[in-house]
Each structure stands twice: as C-alpha cells, then as structure tokens.
C-alpha cells in the first residue's frame, strides 16, 4: 500500500491503488485461490458466487476450517453489521448482506445481524441516539430485502440487545482487552471517548454463539464473518480473546470496497463527499450519475481510444459490471472488446446502468414489501430459529418465502 493510504474501520483513505495483496499481509490473513474456491463449490455443492471466483471476496481466515466442519455436518453461523447512519443504503453497503445472504443459503447458517446505533452515535457527529435507533429499523428494511431466510435470521440492535448473555461475553472481553491493546489495533487514545473506546469490545462479542442464549443456548457454535477488509480488526482482536477465554476463534470472509462513481479504487461512502448510487435512486437518477460521474479508463477522444483501448482497471462502470453482471461470457467479452478500443465507453456505461438499474428495481419492490410488522419479526429475539439443514432444494425455500407473504430472491438468479 502506499504511504498516503489509511484503512481503519472508521477510515478509508488512498490517493492511489489500494493494494489488496499488501492488506492481507498486513492483516495476517490469506488470499481466497481457485483451489479454496473449487472446495467451497465442492463442500456446499453450490456454484461459488461471482464474487468468490472474480476476486471481490478475496482473502480468508480459517474458511477451510469452516468447510472442513460443515462437511462433517457442524453447525456453522454467520454474522455481520451494519452502523445505521444514512437513511438508504449505497450499493457498496449491500454487498456483505447480499453475500451472506448467499452464504446463509449454502451453508444452512443462522445469521445474526448487529445494528450498531450505539457505535454511530459514539462515531458520527451531531447524530441523536434516537434518530441511529430509527435509522437501524429504515435499514433493516433495506438488509431484509436482500431474501434473508426470516426462520434463521436474527436482526438486533445494540441499543435495545446489550444484557444477558450478550453483556457476559462484552464484559469477559473487556476484562481481557487492554487499553494498549485498543489504542495498537485501531489507533484511539486518551482523547477519544470511553464509548468509542471500549467499542471494539461490542462489535467482538456477536463472533461468539455464547452471546446468543435465544438463539444457542449454551452451545459453542463456529463462526463465519462476512464483511468488508476494513473490519478485519475486529475480528483479529477477537480471535486473539478466544484464545484466551476458550471459545471457537471466529473465521472471516473479506472483501475488497465497491469502488465510488468517481474513483475506481476509493471505498464508495455515504458521507457526502463521494458520489455513490443509492439503493432508493430512480432510473433517471442511476443512468445520469453513471453517464456523467462514472470514471472512464476509455481514450480521451475516439481516436486515441480506438488506437489505445481502456484502461479497465480504473474503468468505473466496467468495475461495477465486474461486481453485478451475472454472465461470465458477457464480461469476458466487454473486457476484451473494450479492452481493445472496439467498445466504447458509452456502450460500456450504459449495459452498466441496464445490469444496476434491474438490481435496483428488484431491490426497491422487495423493500416496498417489508412492513414495520416484518422488521418486527426479523428483530423479535423470542422466537425459535431453526438450526437444520435442508436439502438445497429452491422450491422449498420459495414456500416458505410465500408463507410470510412475501416472496423476492433478487440476487440470486444464476448464481447459484
Ligand atoms: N462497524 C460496522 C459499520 O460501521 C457494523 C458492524 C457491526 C459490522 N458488526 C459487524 C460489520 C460485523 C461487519 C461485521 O458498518
């Protein structure tokens, strides 16, 4: 990575190239190869997600562990977060949700999802606790449309959640995590408030199933955390407590950031200063963001592309089709026409705002359906989850869609 960059789970910052492969030295963690992905397919009899074989999940801590359990019939869960700080998610936020839910499918996995109103209001200025409250149940909609199996989905927030079991684990890490500990793995010192200090421990807690006496009892169950590469410190410090406490040391999943309209390799944030496509956007809105904003690799006139080709790698729509286009022929293709300076940069940009817009559309129709009474559901802790497997068999999970009714399953056309 080059000097200027800075990745902490608060900030991404690059003035150039995020260099992934360095990340995962510096994290300690593995890259994801064929033959991880080959054995994933293998083991869960799933074709691997596009974003597993095209490098967009790209690194790994104990994944194979996590296969070799399922294998033997283990039970496996999987948990991930979201800060609730805008009214709508960015495509850049749907991605870990939209894979877990993938992944939820493959493995048979209980998810449980942290809504962090309390970290955003230790974070993000002039943000009410009541307003991160409200914002947790708007985006919950957003994550429950992505086609969360409701019998195995637990979506809490923080604010309404931490005691019990939960406040056990939290208080048994924060006896074991020290102040040097804090201040080495994500740079806050004295300066920083005590919320945000001791926050690493609340976002640690939910990676070990003890947390969770409604949803497994007592049971020690192995976790997998999908998410973004700039939470890894969490779940670095996490598996470091484990050890110390004698629980199951979480695996993670990791990915790399959905690139903002403007630059190919920054992290698309909500913040305001960077212009991203929102899950609530129209068409008109999409099609003009990326016909004006979107990044171009292609020549500056038609003849130097014609001449020279583009530059896919700092290509923003072709970006943006790399993550949601589902035909591995077609990308192959534009890649290689384009690529060569036979297609331009608007033919690219638009069968990019085609492939985004029909994500967008299913997404909105499916959120159009989730009334306060589903968010309810999905967030009433007091119910029983249910913990088998099932043969993978899309008719079965359709009934049982319908039987909550409501029924969408946008993401996963040919995928899997
Ligand atoms: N800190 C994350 C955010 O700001 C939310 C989060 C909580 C999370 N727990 C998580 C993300 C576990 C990934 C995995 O959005």
């Keep these: 990575m080059d000097e200027e960059a800075k990745i902490t789970p ?13 990340l995962i030295h510096q994290f300690g963690c593995q890259p994801i190869d064929g033959a991880l992905v080959r054995r994933f397919e293998k083991v869960t009899k799933m074709k691997a997600h596009p974003w597993l074989r095209r490098g967009i999940f ?16 283990e039970e496996i869960y999987l948990y991930t977060g979201r800060g609730p700080s805008s009214e709508s998610l960015h495509l850049g936020h749907m991605v870990p949700f939209m894979f877990t839910k993938y992944l939820q499918h493959a ?26 409250n409200r914002l947790t149940r708007e985006n919950a909609k957003d994550i429950i449309a992505c086609g969360f199996n409701p019998k195995k989905t637990w979506i809490f927030s923080n604010l309404e959640t931490v005691g019990g079991s939960f406040y056990r684990n939290i208080v048994q890490i924060m006896r074991h995590t020290s102040g040097n ?45 999908p998410m973004a590469i700039d939470q890894y410190p969490y779940f670095r410090m996490a598996r470091e407590i484990a050890q110390r406490l004698g629980f199951k040391k979480p695996a993670t999943i990791q990915s790399r950031f959905l690139p903002s309209l403007e630059h190919a390799h920054d992290k698309a944030s909500s913040s305001g200063q960077r212009e991203v496509i929102f899950m609530s956007d129209s068409k008109e809105v999409v099609s003009k963001k990326i ?17 020279k080709g583009a530059n896919l790698s700092v290509d923003v729509s072709y970006h943006y089709l790399l993550y949601f286009l589902d035909s591995d022929q077609e990308l192959k293709h534009i890649a290689h026409e384009y690529k060569a300076g036979r297609m331009m940069t608007s033919e690219v940009k ?31 802790p007091d119910r029983e989850f249910d913990h088998s497997r099932h043969p993978k068999n899309p008719v079965v999970d359709d009934l049982e869609e319908q039987h909550l009714g409501f029924h969408f399953d946008p993401y996963f056309r040919s995928s899997c």
């Design 181 to 225: 500990m804090i201040h080495g793995i994500y740079g806050l010192d004295l300066n920083n408030s005590v919320g945000q200090f001791s926050w690493p421990c609340f976002q640690a807690a939910p990676a070990f199933s003890t947390s969770f006496a409604n949803v497994f009892a007592q049971r020690h169950v192995q976790c997998l955390v």
């Design 58 to 73: 790209f690194s790994h801590k104990d994944l194979d562990l996590v296969l070799n359990a399922y294998e033997k019939g």
């Design 291 to 307: 016909r004006e904003k979107a990044f171009s690799g292609g020549g500056m006139t038609k003849q130097e592309h014609i001449e």
């Design 107 to 132: 493995l048979d996995a209980i998810v449980v999802i942290q809504m962090t109103d309390d970290e955003k209001y230790y974070f993000k200025e002039n943000l009410s606790l009541n307003e991160a």
């Design 350 to 380: 638009k069968r990019a705002t085609e492939v985004i817009w029909e994500i967008l559309k299913e997404h909105q129709e499916a959120r159009s359906l989730v009334s306060d009474d589903v968010v309810q559901l999905f967030m009433n």
């Design 10 to 22: 608060w900030e991404v910052t690059s003035t150039t190239t995020i260099d992934y492969l360095k």
